[in-house]
Nanobody, 125 residues
Framework: QVQLVESGGGLVQAGGSLRLSCAAS????????MGWFRQAPGKEREFVAR????????RYAYSVVGRFTISRDTCKNTMYLQMNSLKPEDTAVYYC??????????????????WGQGPQVAASS
């Protein structure tokens, strides 16, 4: 069982930056990938970014390309999401997720097996 503990988040002005962290606890993470999703009020949960754990290859949603950077520290069992140039439309609850094995549909929530609780991120205009 993998437990995901998130930290970071908060309220910033549009154009500001925030950094989210997600630590996998319980045991060393040996799964395939970890990722971030977000869910705004009244909307479905949507893919933000994913990183493969062994090779560090990344995928991003088009809406965050060039502004967000996903990374991981395998020694600390921790994944990060650096968010720059935040926009009001980035406001959402951000969820950390972990996938045990490869799935081609990495952008779907169903491709992930474990989820964190989700810190709130808000960017005011």
């Amino acid at each position: 069982q993998v437990q995901l503990v998130e930290s970071g988040g908060g309220l910033v002005q549009a154009g500001g930056s925030l950094r989210l962290s997600c630590a996998a606890s319980g045991r060393t993470f040996t799964g395939y990938a970890m990722g971030w999703f977000r869910q705004a009020p009244g909307k479905e949960r949507e893919f933000v970014a994913r990183i493969s754990w062994r090779l560090g290859s990344t995928r991003y949603a088009y809406s965050v390309v060039g502004r967000f950077t996903i990374s991981r520290d395998t020694c600390k069992n921790t994944m990060y999401l650096q968010m720059n140039s935040l926009k009001p439309e980035d406001t959402a609850v951000y969820y950390c997720a972990a996938s045990s094995y490869y799935r081609s549909s990495y952008y779907e929530p169903s491709a992930f097996d474990y989820w964190g609780q989700g810190p709130q991120v808000a960017a005011s205009s």
